[in-house]
């Protein structure tokens, strides 16, 4: 059974105006009067009428779609800032389309071609562990396709990124560390091509600096997939421990607290010995065992603001020339 749904012809025929004075009145126009649109948006209420997004898509030549990528939707970081794109988008009248990477360049490409030719109207990005070559990205960015990058973004793309201040992030919780009695402290990262684990490397070694700690190589360990293969993370802890460290600054929210776990199998009488910090939007620290220091970012706010920026870009008259690196603060919570 087919259900037959009300047109923007119908309201006309029967209102006694033309579609496009309807189609105007139904988007607000500022050449329809207050009283048309008044009359109009009554009456397709009372008729239960919903737009055609189809019809809409062919007329104005857009899907009104935006894709996303992160790594893991089930990450805390990436599940607020998907939140924060949706306050936006959905306001404005644009879907979203969430995939994942699980960390893997090849899945990446795969799924961001997919979207392009799906015809997305524009591209919100956070990159994978794995990808270093973003010819793919330049390929799509110069035919057309928006992109914004935010949290994880690549130093030689030409548009729109939304960070959080890596480095003062980490100088902060490291100084937290040795101001808190640590002088010998390891620190577990994520994939070492990453932009945000360069910039929490460099400062976490400002705040030994800073406080004439040597820097020992020896007590940096990466985890290339970030905290998602669970043999790579616990053999990297296993690792640390053997160094006897006096205090563990972690780099990111999955690393963060698979280290914790690791820590209680591995060593449970030292655990409550070790201080630790850590990067992580989790809303259940305070219920963390050992505790933990937390660099907090304003997840949800980095997904408003690209949002707000690949909107803009999308519905930009003229192409856009002038880009913005948007630098959001960390909290550490204690």
């Known amino acids: 059974m087919r259900i037959e749904t009300a047109t923007l012809k119908d309201i006309a025929k029967a209102l006694g105006l033309s579609t496009s004075t309807v189609s105007r009145a139904l988007r607000d126009r500022y ?136 480095f003062k992030g980490a100088f902060d919780v490291t100084e937290h560390l040795i101001q808190s009695g640590s002088r010998v402290i390891a620190h577990l990262t994520a994939s070492e091509t990453l932009s945000n684990t360069k910039e929490r490397l460099e400062g976490y070694k400002a705040a030994l600096a800073k406080h004439h700690i040597e820097f020992n190589p020896d007590l940096v360990k990466y985890c290339q997939h970030g905290g998602m293969v669970a043999e790579e993370m616990d053999d990297a802890v296993k690792e640390l421990l053997l160094l006897k460290p006096e205090g563990i600054f972690i780099a990111n929210d999955r690393l963060t607290t698979g280290c914790l776990t690791a820590i209680k199998n591995r060593a449970p009488e030292s655990a409550h010995q070790i201080a630790i910090a850590g990067f992580t939007n989790s809303n259940v620290v305070n219920l963390f065992s050992p505790t933990l220091t937390s660099v907090r970012q304003p997840a949800f706010e980095m997904g408003k603001i690209a949002t707000e920026l690949i909107i803009q870009m999308i519905e930009a008259k003229r192409p856009i020339t002038e880009f913005q690196t948007r630098v959001l603060d960390t909290e550490i919570i204690s």
């Open 31 to 166: 050449e329809i009067s207050e009283e048309t649109k008044k009359l109009v948006v009554a009456y397709a209420d009372k008729i239960n009428y919903r737009a055609n997004p189809i019809a809409r898509s062919l007329k104005e030549r857009r899907s009104y779609s935006i894709g996303i990528i992160v790594s893991e939707i089930a990450n805390n970081f990436f599940s607020q800032v998907i939140n924060g794109i949706e306050s936006i988008a959905y306001n404005r009248d644009y879907h979203v389309i969430i995939s994942q990477t699980h960390e893997s360049h090849k899945q990446e490409k795969l799924t961001v071609e997919h979207l392009a030719s799906r015809s997305i109207d524009g591209l919100l990005i956070s990159l994978s562990a794995e990808t270093q070559d973003i010819r793919y990205l330049k390929d799509l960015y110069e035919k057309g396709l928006p992109i914004v990058f935010f949290d994880r973004v690549p130093d030689d793309f030409e548009t729109h990124k939304v960070v959080v201040n890596n």
